[in-house]
Nanobody
Framework: QVQLVESGGGLVQAGGSLRLSCAASGRTFSSYAMGWFRQAPGKEREFVAAISWSGGSTYYADSVKGRFTISRDNAKNTVYLQMNSLRPEDTAVYYC???????????????????WGQGTQVTVSS
């Protein structure tokens, strides 16, 4: 089992940047594919970005492609989401998620993930 704790959210002006971190407990972090999702008020939780257990594969939602970068440091049990050129429509609670897997795949569906963090709020003002 793994526990996930997100941090790095906050209030930023449009065009600004934030870096979210997700720290995982346990010694088998490299066995997990990781993903970031977000949920805006009144909307369903949606996929943002994903990274394979090795970090060799990444995938992004079209809405963030070219602006967000997902990365991971398996030695630190941490996955990151660098968010640049933020827009008001990026405002949401951001969640990281983990999927135990031996395959070097990325996963984009909520149901595919086994563990979730508590979320961190990102607010982008116009």
């Amino acid at each position: 089992q793994v526990q996930l704790v997100e941090s790095g959210g906050g209030l930023v002006q449009a065009g600004g940047s934030l870096r979210l971190s997700c720290a995982a407990s346990g010694r088998t972090f490299s066995s997990y594919a990781m993903g970031w999702f977000r949920q805006a008020p009144g909307k369903e939780r949606e996929f943002v970005a994903a990274i394979s257990w090795s970090g060799g594969s990444t995938y992004y939602a079209d809405s963030v492609k070219g602006r967000f970068t997902i990365s991971r440091d398996n030695a630190k049990n941490t996955v990151y989401l660098q968010m640049n050129s933020l827009r008001p429509e990026d405002t949401a609670v951001y969640y990281c998620a983990a999927k135990l897997t031996s395959r070097s795949y990325v996963y984009t569906e909520r149901y595919q993930y086994h563990y979730w963090g508590q979320g961190t709020q990102v607010t982008v003002s116009s």
